[in-house]
């Protein structure tokens, strides 16, 4: 006959908890809790499969596993001697959720667990060790499986730590981006009103075309402090939103059309921004609307971005990638392309007026 650990080989928990009535506000902050550590159904690691081996080994048992438990499953981030990932999970989050579970699939005679608690005591989890074969738990044992637990407990306090570290250095890096936008803002009008007040036409130009660029920068930025980037950026969607903007600011029709979404790191959204920015205020200045972008992957790893116009086409003898005795603006397109390792170049563009300006790069 099938039986949990019979009273005299040992308790099914070295630290019975009492089974609550489960309210569902105490569980609701329970799972919060196991939230908060980020570890459901997250890969593999060492730290923790060292444990279980360790746990297996103190008890001379095939199988030890460290479960944590969810909303409808226990996920198990180490599983030593057992391939399966997940349980499904009683009522209650502790130990004897999981053990009829055990019982029907592995017709154990031997179980002995620990819970793991959050810092604000939350069951969040369990150390258990799993045998067919029933045994005595010898005291030393009881204090290896606590310790274990306790060293696991250890590891989540410091994933926590380490977690909220990272957002704080999130949020902090978002509130500099903001700053960085107001004030590049700022810079912009500063130059903007400049530029009106100068007496020469030249001057004014130049002055707007600075403006212009500071402003390209502070999108960016802006980009950075309201989207959670995790270090990576989706581009085609910064793209939509760029296109709309420069449509709006310059009254033209700057068109994103059929983009492949991709994440791209950080570092590679300033030289995208400026690159449009550039080629689409050449465009506007020496072609006219309708202005298109386009956004396609070309293989693995490798992006097209392009910028085409359907005005007069380029000079004769144009040549993208020999930016010497070009204006400011194909040196800065130039230097930017550099940056992303990729490669410019410029054609006719295939609806068979205008131009079409191609830029391929790997993104990394
Ligand atoms: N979309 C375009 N259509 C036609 N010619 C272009 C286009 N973009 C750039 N060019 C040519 O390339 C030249 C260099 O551009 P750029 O370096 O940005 O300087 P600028 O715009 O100040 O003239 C332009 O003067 C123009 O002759
Ligand atoms: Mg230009």
């Given at each position: 006959?099938?039986?949990?650990?019979?009273?005299?080989?040992?308790?099914?928990?070295?630290?019975?908890?009492?089974?609550?009535?489960?309210?569902?506000?105490?569980?609701?902050?329970?799972?919060?809790?196991?939230?908060?550590?980020?570890?459901?159904?997250?890969?593999?690691?060492?730290?923790?499969?060292?444990?279980?081996?360790?746990?297996?080994?103190?008890?001379?048992?095939?199988?030890?596993?460290?479960?944590?438990?969810?909303?409808?499953?226990?996920?198990?981030?180490?599983?030593?001697?057992?391939?399966?990932?997940?349980?499904?999970?009683?009522?209650?989050?502790?130990?004897?959720?999981?053990?009829?579970?055990?019982?029907?699939?592995?017709?154990?005679?031997?179980?002995?667990?620990?819970?793991?608690?959050?810092?604000?005591?939350?069951?969040?989890?369990?150390?258990?060790?799993?045998?067919?074969?029933?045994?005595?738990?010898?005291?030393?044992?009881?204090?290896?499986?606590?310790?274990?637990?306790?060293?696991?407990?250890?590891?989540?306090?410091?994933?926590?730590?380490?977690?909220?570290?990272?957002?704080?250095?999130?949020?902090?890096?978002?509130?500099?981006?903001?700053?960085?936008?107001?004030?590049?803002?700022f810079v912009a009008s500063l130059l903007q009103l400049q530029s009106r007040a100068s007496g020469s036409s030249e001057i004014t130009q130049q002055l707007r075309a600075a403006a212009n660029r500071v402003l390209?920068?502070?999108?960016?930025?802006?980009?950075?402090?309201?989207?959670?980037?995790?270090?990576?950026?989706?581009?085609?969607?910064?793209?939509?939103?760029?296109?709309?903007?420069?449509?709006?600011s310059a009254?033209?029709?700057?068109?994103?059309?059929?983009?492949?979404?991709?994440?791209?790191?950080?570092?590679?959204?300033?030289?995208?921004?400026?690159?449009?920015?550039?080629?689409?205020t050449?465009?506007?200045k020496?072609?006219?609307?309708?202005?298109?972008?386009?956004?396609?992957?070309?293989?693995?790893?490798?992006?097209?971005?392009?910028?085409?116009?359907?005005?007069?086409?380029?000079?004769?003898?144009?040549?993208?990638?020999?930016?010497?005795?070009?204006g400011l603006g194909?040196?800065?397109?130039?230097?930017?392309?550099?940056?992303?390792?990729?490669?410019?170049?410029?054609?006719?563009?295939?609806?068979?007026?205008?131009?079409?300006?191609?830029?391929?790069?790997?993104?990394?």
């Open positions: 006959m099938l039986h949990l650990v019979p009273p005299t080989l040992g308790p099914t928990s070295l630290d019975p908890s009492p089974i609550p009535a489960l309210r569902p506000e105490i569980e609701a902050a329970r799972l919060a809790a196991v939230e908060a550590y980020g570890i459901l159904d997250t890969v593999a690691e060492p730290a923790f499969d060292r444990i279980t081996a360790m746990a297996a080994d103190l008890f001379d048992a095939p199988i030890a596993l460290l479960g944590f438990t969810g909303h409808s499953s226990v996920f198990f981030k180490s599983h030593h001697g057992l391939a399966a990932t997940h349980a499904p999970r009683g009522p209650d989050p502790s130990q004897p959720a999981l053990a009829p579970w055990i019982r029907s699939e592995f017709r154990f005679d031997f179980h002995a667990s620990v819970p793991l608690h959050s810092a604000d005591g939350h069951e969040i989890g369990m150390l258990c060790v799993i045998d067919r074969r029933p045994r005595r738990i010898e005291e030393p044992q009881t204090r290896g499986l606590r310790a274990l637990g306790g060293i696991a407990t250890d590891l989540l306090a410091m994933r926590l730590t380490a977690r909220r570290v990272l957002a704080q250095a999130e949020m902090t890096a978002r509130e500099v981006d903001h700053r960085a936008m107001n004030s590049l803002q390209a920068v502070a999108r960016v930025h802006r980009t950075f402090s309201t989207q959670k980037t995790g270090g990576r950026v989706p581009i085609v969607a910064h793209l939509r939103r760029l296109c709309e903007e420069l449509s709006n009254d033209s029709m700057i068109r994103l059309e059929g983009a492949d979404e991709v994440e791209v790191p950080k570092e590679q959204v300033l030289p995208i921004g400026l690159i449009v920015n550039e080629l689409a050449n465009a506007r020496h072609a006219s609307d309708p202005i298109s972008i386009t956004f396609h992957k070309l293989g693995e790893g490798t992006y097209e971005l392009c910028v085409l116009d359907e005005g007069p086409g380029l000079p004769k003898g144009f040549d993208a990638a020999a930016p010497s005795g070009m194909m040196k800065v397109v130039n230097a930017l392309v550099a940056q992303l390792q990729g490669q410019l170049s410029a054609h006719a563009n295939p609806v068979g007026r205008g131009s079409c300006f191609k830029v391929t790069f790997p993104v990394g």
